[in-house]
């Protein structure tokens, strides 16, 4: 299994402009989770999804992201306009549920200037 | 809120010596797990725990769950330069069955 895949790994984008963050997740795997990661905060969970419908976007910081997940194998993290203070490594994590540990993939680098 | 608090936060050690990581919360937990994180890498799956007082061993790491399902420790044993990462404790909220609350990590460098 090639494992969760995510695109790009690198994203330099100026202020105001949209972002699309994309995810392939274990082929199997149930649950998918956005996760960010800074310094500051460490990992935060954004959305998570079980049989592609979302559960819990609770950490979604505001209406600019949205997340959608239109089949089992596919997802994507929206940022519509993008601000400097996105600026983080995104996550995209698969389990299958109730089984243990997730799957992360190499994550986005994201840079808003 | 429920909080994961992990120490230390940086350890810089030569190679062949040994160290522990400690997760602690006031909180109880239904697993807790531990990852390892290389830069530019998303965080690996190294071990679950689940039962309280738990220990299990991969190679030369020892991970421990506490007897109360509160805390945890991992400990390397003659650490080598492949050790060198950021390590992750996560621990399952007893209410969810996807939750976890993430430590802040331990970044642990091995010097040749």
């Known amino acids: 299994d090639a494992g969760v895949i995510q695109s790009p790994r690198h994203e330099v984008t100026e202020m105001g402009q949209e972002v699309t963050l994309r995810c392939k997740p274990i082929?199997?795997?149930?649950?998918l989770f956005w996760y960010r990661q800074t310094m500051m905060r460490g990992l935060e969970l954004l959305i998570y999804?079980?049989?592609?419908?979302?559960?819990?976007d609770s950490g979604m910081p505001e209406d600019r992201f949205s997340a959608k997940m239109p089949n089992a194998s596919f997802s994507t993290l929206k940022i519509q306009p993008s601000e400097p203070r996105d600026s983080a490594v995104y996550f995209c994590?698969?389990?299958?549920?109730?089984?243990?540990?997730?799957?992360f993939g190499s994550g986005t680098r994201l840079t808003v200037v | 809120t429920q909080l994961l608090e992990q120490s230390p936060q940086f350890l810089s050690i030569q190679e062949g010596e040994n160290l522990t990581v400690y997760c602690n919360s006031s909180?109880?937990?239904?697993?807790l797990q531990w990852y390892r994180q290389e830069p530019g890498e998303g965080p690996v799956l190294l071990v679950t725990?689940?039962?309280g007082g738990e220990v299990k061993k991969l190679k030369r790491l020892t991970f421990q769950f506490g007897d109360a399902r509160k805390d945890s420790s991992l400990h390397i044993t003659a650490a080598q330069p492949g050790d060198t990462g950021l390590y992750l404790c996560?621990?399952?909220?007893?209410?969810?069955?996807?939750?976890?609350?993430w430590g802040a990590g331990t970044k642990l460098i091995i010097k040749p």
């Open positions: 994590a698969s389990r299958l549920q109730g089984f243990g540990g997730y799957t």
């Open positions: 082929s199997g795997h149930n649950s």
């Open positions: 996560a621990g399952a909220r007893v209410d969810s069955n996807y939750q976890l609350i």
């Open positions: 725990v689940v039962t």
């Open positions: 999804f079980n049989n592609n419908v979302p559960i819990d």
């Open positions: 909180s109880v937990f239904s697993s």
